[in-house]
Every structure is written in C-alpha cells, then in structure tokens.
C-alpha cells in the first residue's frame, strides 16, 4: 500500500482517448498529501473529444445489438476485477485526492457494488413490458428500452473512483456508449477504472477517457453526445442544463448541498456523536450529501456539543496509505483557501470555535484540522453557503418543528439526516424533510450504499437520479410499439359504421369496470 509507481502512471495514460499524446501539452497531476508533482498527464484537445464520439458511435451499434444479459455479462466480470485490484485502486484515489483510505476503500466497495447491481438486475429492467391497450384483446401494446446512443459525463474530483464509473456502468448495460471527461486533478482513478472495464471484455471505444479542461473538453462533451451526466456545484450545473436544453438532449446531474442533521432530545447522544463526525468529515468534508448543519434539542445541545467538540478533537489525521487515519487531507489548495475563508468569516462577524479552526502545515499542504463551530448568524459565508470541507455549524432549537423548518430553509434538497430516540419518530420527521434522500441514525451511507433505491436532489441540488431503475432507464429512450387487431377507432366488420361510432363513447367509458383499468 503506497503511493502509485511511474510506471502504474504511464501504463494508465497510455489508455486515454488521444492518438498522438506525444503532440499534446502535459499537465502535472500532485499527490495531493505533500503537493509534489507526481505523473503528468496528455491534454485532450477538441479533435480528440470528437474522435473519441466518433468512434463511440460506431461501437455502440454492435454494443447495442448485444442482449442486456451479455452487456451485463461484462459489468459482471468489472465488477470482480475490482475487487481484485482494491488496494491499486485505493493507492490511486488516496494519490490524487488526499482522502482517508477508509474513505478510498468506500469508493471501491461503491464502484463494485453498483457494477454489480446492475449486471444483476439491469436486464429484467430493461425487458420488454407488455401494457394495457387502448381497446382489451384489440390493442396489443409493448414497451421496449432503446439506448440513448453516446452519453457524456463529467467526474469531478472527490469521488473520482465512484462517480467515473457508477454512473457509466448504468449507461452501458443500457446499451450505450460511454465518453468521460475526469476532474484535471484526478485523471488516473478514472484511467485505472477504464483498464479494468476493458480487461472485462468492454471495447475500449465503448468508455473512452478524454482528459483536459471542462472549458475545453466539458464543453465539447455537451456539443457532441447524446445525453449528458454532470456532478458538480450547482452553478456549472445550471450552465450544463442550459447548454443542453439547446441541443434537446438530456441531463442529469447532482449539485451542491447544505445538508442538515436534526437530533432530537430523546436521542442517544454517544451514538448520534460518533454518527455525526462521520456524516460531517468523512472524505474531509468534501462530499456533496455531507453533513453542515446539525439542529441539536435546546435541552441536550451543551452535553452534545461538549462531547461532539472532544471526539471531533481527538480525530486521527494522517498522510497514510493505510488504514490507520479517521481523515486524510483536502485536494487542493483552492478547498483550503475556501474553507480559510469561510472559517475566518466566521470568526471575524462572532462564531465560536470549539474544535479545529486551524491548518495542519505539519502534516502537508492541504490538511486541515475539521472545524466544529457554535453561534453562527446569517450574515456568516457558512450559514448558507455550501464550504465542502470539515466544517460544521451546531444551532439550538427549541422544537422538532423549529428543526424541521430550519433544516428546509435552504435552496439546496439534496441530502439529511435524524438521530432519534425512536425509529417511528425518526421517521416522521424524515417524511417533512425536502431533501432527495434521508438518513436515519446514519449521515449518508445508508441511502447512498442501497443501490436499488434512487439517488439525487430536490431544488438546486440536481436534476434526475443515479442508481435503482431511475438511474437506469434515464439512459434509454422508452419506445411504445402498439398493434390494433380487428377492430379500431374507425369500425369493425359486419357493424354498420354508424352504429359503431355511436357506440363506441359507451363502450369506452364502461372499460373503467374491467379488472386493472
């Protein structure tokens, strides 16, 4: 378990969709614990985005006419091959990205799960259905699954193994073809991941890896493909879906978040402690459904701030290529210096700190100590804004109904989470909440790991869904093949026309009584 081999980089770059990358400039890609140069990696110019769609498309004619059972076949094996190569994999992301390897080895178990998902389940939901016809026995109505054709996504960087590829294998089980642009910061998880969706059996073609700047490259995926997946912030987002509402192809995409915890007085509080810390600083803070805001009962927030402030204190960190840290570093000077500011904000207008508010220098350029803060008011950056990174805000209130309301009062909807003394109220309170997914006693991971159940965010948090069959049939075009059979709209034999026409208002309005109608 250490840091990735010259080799391993050059091996990977090899298989980036670029012909001559000897004619294309070189951009550093870090190690993001000490923020030295590690590999550097081909810039993709516009040519090579087309090419690479150009021939997508020719490949995913064949790949199309396979049967869902084959394509799923591949995704199958993928998904073992994972399995196989976890600690590459986890050396890789821990690299580019600075993350906690229990965090890495969270990705890995994702990418293998969700591959796995839907080799298992992808073909019965991609089946042609029988329906009910206009007219019973008369109408017969079949509803088949035609793949979209060449489908574009853009990765970001915190989660550059799952959100490469748990989106992609969706995608391609549906039939299509695949044409990625990775985060400029995090080129060889998805790299490492193509190598073993070829060595499954995929076409190279079929899950071409573009790099380069979304200026460039992000930007010449939406001119050029069939359908677009983004995650990102929420403002690259609104651009995206602009950009391809005037192509008339279809987006989906998962935004930003300001996601809120409500704990309530009945609560355990060692475990809703030990709960929060991981929905708040898992990967650093830098995670779209992360915790940010924790709405805590009047009558218990001193003991749980008390004990939360100390366990939060008492985090490992670490630059290790083991499992011995609770959190890693952040990416990227740039999260740091927004996080800087946003702590400083707050501090400066009267917040408290009771943990962390402080850089790690001696740990590595980018680490940064989580933040636990108290008294924090609207005029503060974090009140509203998304930080991603270790920063939390603790509010007092006075009632499930304040909490609630607080909790919703947000542009975002994309992710929360209830610590309750029992599952019945938990539940109720989830059920008030406007968040695309809702976590009871857990932060993210239980609606995030149940791949059957769909994924994303209300309001400014997305648009459409990842995983389950939303995230599946998002990436197909439902054709409706419909055959009439002795008698239609316009007669029937041996009834005089006009009779029939007469009738007909009758016999349809008594269709209501059958059975299913």
């Not at 998962?254 to 007085?265: R, S, V, Y």
């Not at 990436?475 to 239609?488: S, V």
Request: proline share 5%.
């Amino acid at each position: 378990m250490a840091k990735p081999t010259p080799a391993y980089f050059k091996r990977l770059a090899a298989l980036a969709a670029i012909d001559d990358p000897a004619d294309r400039p070189a951009k550093p890609v870090l190690e993001a614990f000490s923020g030295a140069e590690m590999a550097t990696i081909p810039v993709a110019a516009v040519e090579d985005l087309e090419l690479a769609v150009e021939r997508a498309r020719l490949a995913q004619v064949e790949w199309s006419q396979r049967s869902a059972a084959e394509r799923a076949a591949v995704l199958s094996r993928f998904s073992e091959l994972v399995y196989d190569n976890a600690d590459a994999l986890m050396d890789i992301a821990q690299a580019e990205t600075g993350k906690a390897r229990i965090y890495a080895q969270e990705e890995v178990l994702d990418v293998a799960l969700t591959a796995r998902y839907y080799a298992t389940h992808g073909p019965k939901m991609l089946a042609e259905r029988k329906v009910p016809g206009m007219i019973p026995g008369a109408t017969d109505v079949r509803v088949r699954f035609q793949p979209k054709g060449v489908v574009g996504v853009i990765s970001p960087w915190n989660y550059p193994l799952t959100l490469a590829v748990s989106d992609a294998v969706a995608a391609l089980v549906a039939g299509n073809a695949v044409v990625i642009k990775p985060d400029s910061n995090t080129p060889y998880c998805a790299l490492a991941l193509a190598e073993l969706l070829y060595q499954a059996g995929l076409a190279r073609e079929l899950f071409a890896v573009v790099p380069g700047p979304g200026s460039v490259i992000g930007q010449a995926i939406v001119e050029n493909t069939d359908y677009l997946m983004f995650t990102g912030s929420s403002a690259t987002g609104a651009l995206l879906a602009q950009q391809a509402s005037k192509r008339l192809i279809g987006f989906s995409a998962e935004l930003g978040g300001k996601n809120p915890m409500i704990i309530t007085a009945d609560v355990d509080i060692d475990r809703a402690v030990e709960g929060a810390a991981r929905a708040c600083f898992s990967n650093s803070g830098q995670l779209c459904i992360s915790i940010e805001r924790i709405y805590v009962d009047a009558s218990i927030v001193d003991e749980f701030t008390s004990k939360f402030a100390d366990y939060v204190e008492k985090m490992n960190l670490s630059a290790s290529y083991d499992l011995s840290a609770d959190m890693g570093s952040l990416a990227s000077a740039d999260q740091v210096k927004t996080l800087e500011e946003h702590v400083d904000d707050a501090v400066s207008k009267g917040a408290t700190v009771l943990a962390g508010g402080r850089k790690r220098a001696d740990l590595g350029p980018f680490f940064y100590a989580p933040t636990v803060l108290t008294d924090v008011t609207e005029d503060m950056l974090c009140f509203r804004d998304e930080t991603f990174g270790p920063l939390v805000s603790i509010y007092p209130v006075a009632s499930i109904d304040e909490a609630v309301e607080r909790a919703n009062d947000t542009e975002y909807g994309l992710n929360a989470s209830v610590f309750a003394g029992s599952s019945a109220l938990a539940q109720r309170i989830a059920e008030r909440l406007r968040a695309g997914t809702v976590n009871i006693n857990e932060g993210y991971a239980a609606a995030w790991g149940s791949t059957a159940a769909p994924m994303g965010g209300m309001g400014k948090s997305g648009v459409g869904r990842r995983h389950g069959e939303e995230g599946l049939h998002k990436y197909t075009e439902p054709q409706t093949i419909a055959a009439q059979r002795f008698i239609g709209l316009d007669g029937m034999a041996g009834v005089p026309r006009n009779v029939f026409l007469k009738l007909t208002p009758l016999a349809i309005r008594t269709l209501k009584y059958l059975p299913g109608r």
